[in-house]
């Protein structure tokens, strides 16, 4: 009788990776926007100070029983990467807070180009702040991404401010906590912990004046603002650890597609002309940037295999 033939558990692995990091991207770009728009009738202060509590309850507890309290005290170390945190921590609450706030206000659709942008502003911060150098594709895809968004600004009238202080926000966030080599989950833990007195303080005035009474449903809802926050990024970690870079960063485009899609096709929110040429010049600058990526990463391999 024939046996059945199993996987290799070095392909079992990439798999399993491969679908924690599709997971993860994909509860970014389509289960949180669904998720924060149930609570639209919330304000985004709000809805953020539930995501601080929550978030610190169960990363709180997951930390404790896996890593034990010391851990926490090794990631922060001394008050010079406490400063660090402080600002880490600013950074993600602005994130935070715009984002939730475009989800409320239907600008769902600038949003998801906040998220494009992202890794080409990561470029430029590499350049900028590692003295990382650009090579002609690279240039070429940064330069066609800025004629895109000053396509929409012209047309437009205005800043896209949703989408530039999406991108600039979680870009530097990504940069400093690049830089001081932050644990994930420690900082996410760290940088919630240094949020609750402020988010509790916000909530308890709630309760004081009567503006914080919610039915059992939302309040329900609001206490998944933890999970909805932790879970996809330890989704991320494991798939991070064992997949290649570039298959990572072709992946995080699942999100921000998400975001578009659900924005045009459920939410109702305009996609314009002028949205089409900006996210076309994106697209477009994306596809050089990821074809370089893909190419250096291959001669690099084949470099070091000759080696």
Not at 99 to 121: C, D, Q
Not at 258 to 269: A, D, P, R, S, T
Request: glycine content about 10%.
């Amino acid at each position: 009788m024939a046996h059945p033939i199993s996987a290799p558990a070095g392909d079992r692995s990439t798999a399993t990776a491969f679908a924690a990091a599709l997971g993860s991207f994909l509860i970014w770009g389509l289960v949180n926007p669904v998720y924060f728009k149930l609570l639209g009738g919330i304000g985004p202060v709000e809805i953020v100070a539930h995501r601080v509590v929550w978030t610190v309850v169960l990363v709180g507890i997951a930390v404790l029983a896996l890593r034990g309290p010391m851990a926490v005290v090794r990631g922060v170390g001394s008050w010079r990467r406490l400063g660090i945190f402080i600002v880490t921590t600013l950074l993600v609450t602005v994130n935070w807070t715009v984002f939730i706030w475009a989800i409320g206000n239907n600008r769902l659709v600038e949003s998801s180009l906040g998220y494009y942008i992202n890794p080409l502003v990561n470029v430029l911060l590499g350049v900028l702040f590692l003295s990382e150098r650009l090579n002609r594709n690279q240039i070429a895809a940064v330069v066609i991404a800025g004629l895109g968004v000053g396509s929409l600004v012209l047309s437009y009238g205005s800043v896209p401010w949703v989408a530039l202080s999406l991108a600039i926000s979680f870009g530097f966030y990504a940069l400093i906590r690049k830089k001081a080599a932050i644990d994930p989950v420690i900082g996410l833990l760290v940088e919630t912990l240094l949020l609750v007195p402020f988010a509790l303080t916000y909530l308890l005035t709630l309760g004081w004046d009567g503006s914080f009474g919610h039915t059992v449903g939302t309040s329900l809802l609001l206490t998944l603002a933890g999970p909805m926050t932790a879970v996809p990024l330890l989704l991320f970690m494991v798939g991070a650890a064992k997949l290649k870079l570039s298959t990572v960063g072709l992946l995080q485009y699942v999100g921000p597609t998400g975001q578009l899609l659900l924005g045009v096709l459920v939410y109702g929110e305009a996609f314009t002309q002028a949205h089409a040429i900006a996210f076309a010049c994106i697209w477009v600058a994306l596809m050089v940037f990821s074809a370089d990526a893909f190419t250096t990463h291959r001669a690099a391999k084949a470099a070091a295999a000759a080696e």
